[in-house]
Each structure stands twice: as C-alpha cells, then as structure tokens.
C-alpha cells in the first residue's frame, strides 16, 4: 500500500532523474570533458572531405572547418567517414557529436536537426556525355541519370525533369565512375563538387559538358542534434569569427578558388546566416 512517504520518495527520485537527464542534454559539456568532438564526414566528396592520396588522411574544406570548431572548444577534432543515407541517424543516434559532411540544409530535415550557419552555397548541376546530344535538362526526360543515394539531387533532377530515371549510388565516387563506365546519360551531384570531379578528367574532359542550368539552390551546413543550444552557440560563434577574420574567405580560396579542381572565380556568399 502507497503511502505519503512512498510519494514524496517516488517525486524526489523522479526528480533527480529529470536533473541527471537535463545535465546529460548538455552536449557541449560532455564534447569538453571527452576532451574529443566527433564529426561525421564523407570522405568522399572532394573538396569538401577526402582522403589525401599522399599523406592517407581525412582533408577537405569541411574538415578544416570542423577542425576550426574543436580549436575553439578545446578538444581534438576525429572524424568518422559514413554514407550520404546515414548521416542522421548516426547523429540521432549519438555515433556522432555533428555532422561536416555536405549536408543541406532543408525544411524537411529541420525536424530532425538543427543546423549552423551556412558555410556554402551551391545548386546541383548535370554533367553529360559530349556526344550524347543532350544540351538541356528536358531532354533527359525517359533517360537514365545517376546520383548519390540519400543526397538531395535525386529530389532536385525528378523535381526538374519529370520522367527522369534516377539510379542511385552509395558514394559521389560510384556514382561518376557508373556515369563515366555508360551506365547512366548523365550524373547528378552540387555544383562545386561536380566542377572537382570535372577537374580530375583531365584531358578526358573534353568528352563531358555540364549543362548550364542548376537545378535547385544548396544551402551547406553543420548539422547538430535537436535542442543543444550551447553546442549551436560555440559552432555559430566559431563560423563568424573565421567569416570576421578572412579565414573563411581563405578557406574557399583554398578547396574552390581559382587554380582548384573546382575553380569557382569567386565566393558569391558569406557565413552570416542559419535561415533558408
């Protein structure tokens, strides 16, 4: 039989199980005292993360940045290569502490994490064979098209081309190689990254064209798990003084700027806002 003592006990241990659950909320807190701050990357995706031929490590525009935001913290930033489809749910499920892998920002993710400011801006563009006759997205109607799984341009291509048949990769790599190997018209990734892979043909680039028309703008940022406000704050803050400083400015030089696989002539952006 319940009594009044057994109520008070029982209002007092849920209590406490409520403070312990709000001290283990604290995300922020337990990245310092780990003394770590995990990021989930690609790996792939050049320049944004990948894997360095001559050195064999993880490098990349967004690795940078995350490196920036462990600086910050006070921990040292590891980096846990994933696909493009489980990005979030191995930040749901706690795998990892943010994700720096070429994530969009959309209103249908935003009820499954937060997001930092914008750190790119691109829009997803086509890349055909030369001599396939193809010179403007319609045509690409009925035709086999390949992509990324999980990402956001099979959503963009089946938006702007309807009929359009979309066959899925694991990686960006897999899917340029299958495009490459006549397994598809065309390949279907960011802009930016598409202009890389352009770049690693060689003179074997002059057998491709990058059809003129984007295909959906693509905001790019660090994704943070629901409701960790202390942790937002730091990457936030982080990303504003590397925009205040020119680091950010010298960072794009860096991976896109001209002389890059990329060789984007210039940013068009800031890192100023978290709002799409």
Known sequence: MFTRRHLILGALALSTSLAAGAARADQLADIKKKGTMVFGVLGTDEPNS??????????????????????????????KQMSVSSRIPELQGGHVDALAATL???????????????HFVTGSKVMVRAGSGITALPQLAGKKVVTVRGGTQETNIRAAVPGVEVVTFENTQQAFQAMR?????????????????????????????????????ESIALGLRKGEKGLKAVVDQTLRE??????????????????TRANIAKRDFTISTDKI
Do not use: C, M
């Open 242 to 259: 590397l925009e205040a400083s020119g680091a950010a400015a010298q960072l794009f030089n860096k991976w896109y700027g001209p002389g």
């Open 104 to 118: 969009t920002h959309n209103r249908e993710r935003e009820s499954q994490v937060d997001f930092a400011l914008t």
């Open 181 to 217: 190997q006549g397994k598809g018209v065309a390949y279907v990734n960011d802009e930016s990254s598409l202009l890389a892979d352009y770049g690693k043909l060689g003179p074997a680039a002059k057998g491709f064209t990058i059809l003129p028309t984007s295909i959906g703008k």
């Open 50 to 79: 990948f894997i360095d031929p001559k050195s064999r490590q993880l490098v990349g525009y967004e690795i940078d940045i995350a490196t920036a935001v462990a600086r910050k913290i006070g921990v040292k930033p590891v980096f």
